[in-house]
């Protein structure tokens, strides 16, 4: 079967750093996206690994090992309007297939 | 570039009634999709189109479901007849597979459905 799995609530303060984790088991493999999703809105995209190790994109990376079916979504100096919720998504041939995703709240 | 476009982005209907959700994707993206989100089940894929054509609809959860996609530049997603238990959020995304971000998928910024 299909199973992504992530922390259902986080919390944080300003300035920190959050790690998200991600598990996943599933029957194909392409790749692994991270999505934000604020209430009320649309899902955004935020980063891409279809290799093992660490992509940077400013504030946020992300990481991933494929033999161990694990990704991370590491989020530094930490502000007010990250408070959203995180999507990790397993990319299965041409379909995605989403965690229920991770709400992270961070306050001041 | 506008984004995808969704319509309406509200709609309040009584079971039994027919629902029509429209969306518009990213011009020149081949693919389409249509996603369901609920707190209980996620985000859940209900159908994607490539070039037009449905290629798969494993997702749909039943006959009351059905998608179209007449043309390049639009698709329909129909309930009919509504139930209470299709009140969801319903997204539509829209991805090419080739550019610098190939294989990425732009999400519209849904449709929120109230079956009373």
């Known amino acids: 079967g299909q199973n992504i799995d992530q922390p259902t609530e986080m919390t944080a303060t300003e300035g920190a750093i959050v790690q998200i984790n991600c598990t996943y088991q599933?029957?194909?493999?392409?790749?692994l996206f991270w999505y934000q999703q604020h209430a009320g809105e649309a899902p955004t995209f935020l980063s891409y690994?279809?290799?093992?190790g660490l992509e940077e994109k400013g504030r946020f990376s992300s990481f991933l090992s494929r033999s161990k079916g694990y990704s991370y979504l590491l989020l530094k100096e930490l502000q007010m309007k990250d408070s959203a919720s995180y999507l990790c998504?397993?990319?299965?041939?041409?379909?995605?297939?989403f965690g229920k995703g991770t709400t992270l709240s961070v306050s001041s | 570039d506008a984004g995808v476009i969704q319509s309406p982005r509200h709609e309040v209907t009584e079971m039994g009634q027919e629902v029509t959700l429209r969306c518009k994707p990213i011009?020149?993206?081949?693919?389409l999709f249509w996603y369901r989100q609920t707190m209980m089940r996620g985000l859940e894929l209900l159908i994607y189109?490539?070039?037009?054509?449905?290629?798969?609809d494993s997702g749909m959860p039943e006959d009351r479901f059905s998608a179209k996609m007449p043309n390049a530049s639009f698709s329909t997603l129909k309930i009919q007849p509504s139930e209470p238990r299709d009140s969801a959020v319903y997204f539509c995304?829209?991805?090419?597979?080739?550019?610098?971000?190939?294989?990425?998928?732009?999400f519209g910024p849904g449709t929120r459905l109230t079956v009373l």
């Open positions: 995304a829209s991805s090419s597979p080739v550019g610098v971000h190939a294989d990425t998928q732009y």
């Open positions: 599933t029957s194909g493999f392409n790749g």
């Open positions: 690994n279809v290799l093992d």
């Open positions: 998504a397993v990319r299965d041939g041409t379909a995605l297939i």
């Open positions: 011009s020149g993206h081949d693919y």
């Open positions: 189109f490539n070039n037009n054509v449905p290629i798969d």
